[in-house]
């Protein structure tokens, strides 16, 4: 069992950084996949990135690539989403989950992914 909590959302200005975390219980952080989504008002939860359980294998989204760098200290069960040059249409709810074992490392269905977190706002605009 995992256990997920996210921080770090807020409100920041177009063209502004932050920084997400997420805290991890349970043995297994360490050896799993992970990965973020985020959910804007009336769409669908969509991928935003995902790291393997060395930290050594990432993957982006179009959308963010280039502008989003995760990362993970497995010491600290914790793994991050540096997001910068944010945009208004970064606007959501941004969630961390597991990545289910066996799925693809470029997987983006939410399906392929277990133990939400309960999620943070971020919010763009000026």
């Known amino acids: 069992q995992v256990q997920l909590v996210e921080s770090g959302g807020g409100l920041v200005q177009p063209g502004g950084s932050l920084r997400l975390s997420c805290a991890a219980s349970g043995r297994s952080f360490s050896s799993s996949a992970m990965g973020w989504f985020r959910q804007a008002p009336g769409k669908e939860r969509e991928f935003v990135a995902t790291i393997s359980w060395s930290g050594g294998l990432t993957y982006y989204a179009d959308s963010v690539k280039g502008r989003f760098t995760i990362s993970r200290d497995n010491a600290k069960n914790t793994m991050y989403l540096q997001m910068n040059s944010l945009k208004p249409e970064d606007t959501a709810v941004y969630y961390c989950?597991?990545?289910?074992?066996?799925?693809?490392?470029?997987?983006?269905?939410?399906?392929?992914?277990?133990?939400w977190g309960q999620g943070t706002q971020v919010t763009v605009s000026s």
């Open positions: 989950a597991r990545r289910n074992p066996g799925s693809s490392y470029s997987t983006q269905r939410t399906t392929d992914y277990a133990y």
